[in-house]
T-cell receptor, first 115, second 112 residues
Framework: KAGVTQTPRYLIKTRGQQVTLSCSPISGHRSVSWYQQTPGQGLQFLFEYFSETQRNKGNFPGRFSGRQFSNSRSEMNVSTLELGDSALYLC??????????????FGPGTRLTVT | GDSVTQMEGPVTLSEEAFLTINCTYTATGYPSLFWYVQYPGEGLQLLLKATKADDKGSNKGFEATYRKETTSFHLEKGSVQVSDSAVYFCALLKAAGNKLTFGGGTRVLVKP
């Protein structure tokens, strides 16, 4: 079974621009979560989607948004990019069966550099 | 709020040495606990997990036991290899909202 895929793998953007990152979960997985990884702040939770609905959101400004499609694929968008948004953005998927906590499987990440 | 604390690295070892990475957590309720590993330039790989007190997770020679009385989930391996050089993350997960809370990560360097 194919793992979590993320596109693109690398991006270079300029301050003020916006960017869209894509994530395809493992087949059959219905929950998709996004995390930001930086040397200073470590791994931080951005948001989680299940059945096209955002169920949980981390402490990030409104410039960070996401969505999930009916096939469980997800996108996240960052508008008005700032230098501090430079990070590795990781997507994770999980099966999410009823009454069970499932492990999350991560993609390789998208490395975003803002100049 | 929930938090995870890991020993800071880097941890430098010789091949075949014993590895321990300490992890403690603070959380309400009964979280599941995980260890993830990250190799250079890659995403996170699930190493092992434990979902309730006294569970032992194990994989690829690594082990960790969920100790509720000490709120700990220390990672151990009896004999490390150069290929174990990576950054290791301890994390907790609660059912509500499917949010992983990570520790700061511990870099391990194994020398031949």
């Amino acid at each position: 079974k194919a793992g979590v895929t993320q596109t693109p793998r690398y991006l270079i953007k300029t301050r003020g621009q916006q960017v869209t990152l894509s994530c395809s979960p493992i087949s059959g997985h219905r929950s998709v979560s996004w995390y930001q990884q930086t040397p200073g702040q470590g791994l931080q939770f951005l948001f989680e989607y299940f059945s096209e609905t955002q169920r949980n959101k981390g402490n990030f400004p409104g410039r960070f948004s996401g969505r999930q499609f009916s096939n469980s694929r997800s996108e996240m968008n960052v508008s008005t990019l700032e230098l501090g948004d430079s990070a590795l953005y990781l997507c994770a998927s999980s099966l999410e069966l009823r009454d069970r906590v499932d492990e999350q499987y991560f993609g390789p990440g998208t490395r975003l550099t803002v100049t | 709020g929930d938090s995870v604390t890991q020993m800071e690295g880097p941890v430098t070892l010789s091949e075949e040495a014993f590895l321990t990475i300490n992890c403690t957590y603070t959380a309400t309720g009964y979280p599941s606990l995980f260890w993830y590993v990250q190799y250079p330039g890659e995403g996170l790989q699930l190493l092992l997990k434990a979902t309730k007190a006294d569970d032992k997770g194990s994989n690829k020679g690594f082990e960790a036991t969920y100790r509720k009385e000490t709120t700990s989930f220390h990672l151990e391996k009896g004999s490390v290899q150069v290929s174990d050089s990576a950054v290791y993350f301890c994390a907790l997960l609660k059912a509500a909202g499917n949010k992983l809370t990570f520790g700061g990560g511990t870099r391990v360097l194994v020398k031949p």
